[in-house]
T-cell receptor, first 112, second 111 residues
């Protein structure tokens, strides 16, 4: 089945220790998105790629970076995680912008 | 600015008791309205996309409808496994990419 895969499902890191989350897709979609979701809140868009074109949301902290080395993979790098960065991180894909977004299972990040 | 309001915030139903969830929206040029189901600790699972007023889509016990101002997610004879948070989101405007989400309705179906 075509799908969006996220690894790891759970990640524990220490305050200030860099961490990388990964996402891969077998849908061959052009657009990939990273969202942050905190408890009982709606997902918040951090950035998205249309193919290799990177788009950063204005309020995404500089602490967050992303890479998309090819169509299938996308990475979220958190350079110096703070306690406030503990959240669920969701990857999503869509064929084109404005079309249906399909989400992965998420990575739960815990910062100690 | 696009706005999406979902009601109620939480809903408890007895198994078999049909009901509807509401998603009202204010957008400039709706391009699509999306319903997702989210289980605790998991990513949103896509349910339906609706594009124009009058459109309806069904899947098992769920039926989504769309008017010019709101969408309903009707749940017929729900089962405990339908318990989840249901999210509504819209995308609007030419060239826009960002989904605007509502805060969700947490549905609990009691056996």
């Amino acid at each position: 089945d075509a799908m969006v895969i996220q690894n790891p499902r759970y990640q524990v890191t220490q305050f200030g220790k860099p961490v990388t989350l990964s996402c891969s897709q077998t849908l061959n979609h052009n657009v990939m998105y990273w969202y942050q979701q905190k408890s009982s809140q709606a997902p918040k868009l951090l950035f998205h790629y249309y193919d290799k074109d990177f788009n950063n949301e204005a309020d995404t902290p500089d602490n967050f970076q992303s890479r998309r080395p090819n169509t299938s993979f996308c990475f979220l790098d958190i350079r110096s995680p703070g306690l406030g960065d503990a959240a669920m991180y969701l990857c999503a894909t869509s064929r084109q912008t404005q079309e249906t977004q399909y989400f992965g299972p998420g990575t739960r990040l815990l910062v100690l | 600015e696009d706005q999406v309001t979902q009601s109620p915030e939480a809903l408890r139903l007895q198994e078999g008791e049909s009901s509807s969830l509401n998603c009202s929206y204010t957008v400039s040029g709706l391009r699509g309205l999306f319903w997702y189901r989210q289980d605790p600790g998991k990513g949103p699972e896509f349910l339906f996309t609706l594009y124009s007023a009058g459109e309806e889509k069904e899947k098992e016990r769920l039926k989504a409808t769309l008017t010019k101002k709101e969408s309903f997610l009707h749940i017929t004879a729900p089962k405990p496994e339908d318990s989840a948070t249901y999210l509504c989101a819209v995308v609007s405007g030419a060239g826009s990419y960002q989904l605007t989400f509502g805060k969700g309705t947490k549905l609990s179906v009691i056996p």
